[in-house]
């Protein structure tokens, strides 16, 4: 029966959050409209991280169960970031970057028991996987201690934080349904071309949004500047 519960909670989850993270971007971040995909992108995309987390535990597979962690803090220090004003950090910020620390260790514990396992994995994963995200979990370790060191952000700086982390989020969402959980969809659909295709525009998006936002910045000093 939970496992069910689970299964269903992940999928309107993931349904959410990526219908949402897909248009927020796309409306006024004053707008009232991007406020209420926002808050709906990041509870959906909490409950899909969460969900998947404590199904891995049942399913004995902790890399989805680590990833579904990191979903969480991803989704959650992006939006403390843009919530809390301009060049300031919070208690959060402090539990956020142990959290991610907690992480990046697990991660390197379960490379190390993965590489000395006979069959050179754990729970259907190499000690490669676990490293290259607990690699993306030190970045963001060493990325919230500069974040911390310099009393926060402000301007484009602060708004790419904010963006990168929520566009990682439903990158790894994304991935791990259309790559990893292929069997749920049509068969009709089931080709890498059509696969790929939602995964590669949240990445795409990602990185429009990055530029746009770093070419608006200069193109905005810039003109105060004559």
Known sequence: MLTYILFFSHTISGSLALLAGLLAPFFDKKSALHRL????????????????????????????????????????????????????????????????????????????????????????????????????????ASADLMYIREGGLKGANRLIRHLWRMFF???????????????????ALRKIEFLLLPVAAVILLMLFWIIRVKVYQSTKLDSGST
């Open 37 to 140: 995909l926002g808050t709906l992108f990041f509870y959906s995309i909490l409950g899909l991280g969460l969900s998947g987390a404590v199904g891995a535990v049942i399913r004995e597979v902790p890399l989805s169960m680590l990833n579904g962690l990191l979903i969480c803090y991803l989704v959650t220090s992006s939006r403390v970031t843009i919530k809390q004003a301009p060049l300031s950090i919070s208690k959060a910020d402090w539990l956020l970057l142990g959290s991610v620390i907690l992480l990046s260790l697990a991660f390197i514990a379960y490379a190390l028991i993965a590489s000395t396992a006979p069959s050179g994995e754990i729970g259907g994963f190499s000690w490669i996987a676990f490293l290259i995200f607990g690699g993306v979990a030190l970045f963001c």
């Open 169 to 187: 989020a439903l990158f790894m969402s994304s991935a791990a349904f259309f790559l990893g959980q292929a069997q749920l969809i049509p068969e």
